[in-house]
């Protein structure tokens, strides 16, 4: 959305007269995979071909005003069982919601859902990881609680352990210890920043269960910011360095897994995602 779209979209919610009737979609329009001709299912898990499938829109149309929110995106929707609402994924059609639920009693009969179909049931997924050693082992930080799945994903087990909150947003493994993994807690849902105001990143090296929190070298007083899904990123060295990103505009790294950390940059708008290179 272009500044000068911004100011119409604002005069045109506060009832103000315009010249013409403006026109406004949201980014994720379901309309658009069908358009360029591409799946649904591809347009909602592949970021770089959601990215280029709304550039093009956007350059088509440079008159649309789309307006920044979201559609049932893979992954993102929820399945609210005690509405008895469940949302199907299609490969060629948009995300559809059907009732499968209509009195508690018949809570036994709820269908088992489909892995590859269904949204995931009564949660909203934030991160999957794993290592590459053991593509069947994964780590999933979703709206609440921190899950494991060591069959590919057919089952999973909670193992938020020890953490001051299971809310969050980022995981992500070690390069070289596959059942060592980080997560960054965060008060709740509707307040989004470090309990107590620590920023604190946590590791188990038990793939779950056990949390240790690592705080040496990051504010631990007065500390109002958040780490988002994609803003935590691991390097290939020898130590594996670990890195993330804050709403704050900060970005921190640790050269030794963690045990210590130390701001590379401050003065960043907020940081959305951090990715890592590691040069031979």
Wanted: with cysteine.
């Amino acid at each position: 959305m272009r500044p000068e779209q911004w100011d119409t979209f604002k005069r045109a919610a506060r009832l103000e007269k315009l010249d013409k009737v403006p026109m406004a979609l949201i980014v994720d329009s379901p309309w658009i995979p069908g358009y360029l001709g591409i799946k649904h299912l591809d347009y909602y898990l592949d970021p770089r071909l959601w990215f280029e499938s709304n550039l093009k829109i956007m350059r088509e149309y440079p008159d649309i005003i789309f307006v920044p929110s979201w559609w049932m995106e893979y992954g993102m929707a929820a399945e609210p069982s005690v509405l008895g609402a469940k949302i199907k994924f299609w490969q060629d059609n948009t995300p559809s919601e059907y009732h499968t639920l209509y009195r508690l009693e018949d809570i036994a009969e709820f269908p088992e859902y489909e892995v590859e179909a269904d949204a995931f049931a009564a949660m909203t997924l934030h991160r999957i990881a794993m290592h590459r050693s053991r593509p069947n082992v994964l780590f999933m930080q979703k709206h609440w609680d921190v899950m494991r799945s060591d069959d590919g994903g057919d089952s999973w087990r909670e193992v938020s352990g020890n953490l001051p909150t299971d809310f969050g947003f980022p995981i992500d493994v070690h390069a070289h210890e596959p059942e060592t993994i980080y997560v960054v807690p965060i008060k709740s849902d509707s307040e989004h920043y470090p309990p107590d105001g620590k920023l604190r990143v946590y590791r188990s090296r038990s793939g779950g269960d056990e949390w240790q929190a690592l705080s040496a070298g990051l504010p631990q007083r007065d500390c109002y910011v958040n780490v988002l899904r994609d803003a935590m990123a691991v390097d290939s060295l020898d130590a594996c360095g670990v890195y993330f990103g804050t709403t704050g505009g900060q970005v921190y790294v640790s050269a030794d897994a963690g045990d210590s950390w130390a701001p590379i940059v401050r003065d960043l708008p907020p940081v959305l995602s951090v990715e890592v290179q590691t040069l031979p």
